[in-house]
């Protein structure tokens, strides 16, 4: 079988550098990620407003094998179901099909954001997704810096475990994961 290979669109670099870690360990190439720039208003309503284009470049290539597409976008004030929803409007908007169950489309929304998975996943005490941990000064120690960063998602990637039960959004993307190849 043929090594899988995915598209990435995505909020933010920590983002990026997380999910290109995950593709590594379980030898997903990666071939593309498009990332909002910065500075540049709201990234997730840049994910959003490329997620159609995203979907539909995938479908075009449906003749190539093992090649997938991954959404990732912060949940930030809003829950996992209200992004969903917010991506499928996207969606209807330009006429683009609904991700069916043989799309090879997986959709992460970590609330608030990234940082939020980053912490649970490195057992820091008291992580839920009640609040942003993104500024939050006790958790950023996690991040201080480019090294610990790269610790922190390296001790992240290395807890990633499908079958165990976490955060809702955690669990939600651990039943997406296989869709790409990442569980």
Not at 134 to 155: C, N, S, Y
Request: aromatic fraction near 6%.
């Amino acid at each position: 079988m043929s090594q899988k290979r995915l598209r990435i669109l995505c909020e933010d670099r920590r983002t990026d550098r997380f999910v290109r870690r995950l593709c590594e360990r379980y030898g997903v190439q990666v071939l593309s990620v498009e990332r909002a720039p910065n500075g540049k208003g709201a990234a997730s309503a840049w994910v959003r407003h490329r997620y159609p284009h995203a979907v539909r470049l995938c479908r075009s290539k449906n003749f190539q094998q093992n090649l997938g597409l991954l959404v990732v976008i912060d949940g930030d004030n809003r829950d996992l179901d209200g992004r969903l929803r917010e991506l499928g409007a996207e969606l209807d908007a330009l006429d683009v099909p609904k991700i069916g169950p043989a799309d090879p489309i997986a959709v992460f929304v970590p609330t608030w954001s990234v940082e939020t998975w980053l912490a649970y996943l490195c057992e820091q005490p008291g992580v839920d997704e009640s609040r942003s941990l993104k500024d939050d000064p006790a958790d950023r120690a996690l991040w201080a810096d480019g090294a610990v960063e790269a610790a922190t998602i390296r001790q992240a990637v290395a807890a990633w475990n499908p079958r165990a039960v976490a955060l809702p959004s955690l669990t939600a993307a651990y039943r997406e994961a296989g869709r790409v190849g990442l569980a």
